[in-house]
């Protein structure tokens, strides 16, 4: 995790103090100065210094007994500010929440930045499996339904380029070949949705569909998920399945109208 400064209009300080944050966020609840000052590259001392006035400013907290550093509160108003501000957000909340309560699926909503998505919100049915998803995480774009949906607003020389060859393979069953994952996006703006069965966490699938703003460019996707049984049962790849698709489709499409699509 380097945090050297690239460029003139970069501060170097503004930079450590961020990848200072970043390290508190990568999946242990709590760390050492040792465990950041590793992880961000930065020696012991800048480590300190910096985790200290971060402490001051209410962006971590130190547990007093065992010294360890944790993300603090303070920065729950920044990160609710601008996920209520953001418009996909705003336009998807209320159609996501009935959706899961229709359905008893996780109802999820994404946007692409760089090569992964980022979810906005996430809503649990009474049937979906406990979920670890929270605003703010992010995944694989070629391994999920939702991330199929944002990568059909790119040609496929883009997609290459975007997330390098090969594809990395979660389970057994995660498309690792371009050509595979070309197949498979020709297939989403043919039928308007994606699937994905069991290609990020095993017992687990997907449905997906694409929500586009005014201009009519894909800002975002919206996917149901829950059990294989219910969602990517490959030996009865219709059945039950078809609800659940006009279920995703006209909740994708409604989201698409708030923000303005024709």
């Known amino acids: 995790m380097a945090t050297r400064a690239t460029d003139a209009g970069t501060n170097q300080s503004v930079e450590r103090a961020v990848s200072v944050l970043r390290a508190l966020d990568s999946g242990r609840p709590e760390l050492r100065v040792s465990d950041v000052a590793e992880l961000t590259g930065l020696g012991s001392s800048t480590t300190s210094r910096l985790l200290s006035t971060l402490e001051r400013l209410d962006m971590v907290e130190r547990d007093p007994v065992s010294n360890l550093y944790r993300l603090s509160l ?66 694989p774009l070629h391994a999920t339904s939702i991330g199929k949906c944002l990568l059909t607003g790119l040609a496929p020389k883009e997609r290459r380029k975007l997330l390098g060859d090969p594809l990395d393979a979660h389970t057994e069953y995660t498309t690792t070949s371009h050509d595979l994952l070309d197949a498979e996006i020709e297939t989403v703006r043919r039928t308007g ?26 800002v975002a996707a919206i996917s149901l998920w829950g059990p294989t049984s219910v969602l990517g049962d490959r030996s009865d790849p219709e059945g039950q399945r078809l609800a659940l698709v006009r279920e995703v489709i006209e909740a994708a499409d409604a989201i698409s109208q708030a923000l303005g699509a024709l």
């Open 193 to 218: 949705y994606a699937v994905e069965a069991e290609e990020r966490a095993l017992g687990r699938a997907s449905l997906a569909a694409p929500v586009r703003d005014a201009s009519g460019e894909i």
């Open 74 to 139: 303070g920065l729950l108003p920044l990160a609710a500010t601008a996920t209520n501000r953001h418009p996909v957000h705003r336009a998807a909340r209320m159609v996501l929440q009935g959706l899961a309560t229709r359905t008893g699926l996780g109802a999820n909503v994404a946007v692409r930045r760089g090569g992964e998505l980022m979810f906005l919100c996430n809503f649990e049915g009474t049937r979906a499996p406990k979920s670890y998803t929270q605003a703010g995480h992010t995944a």
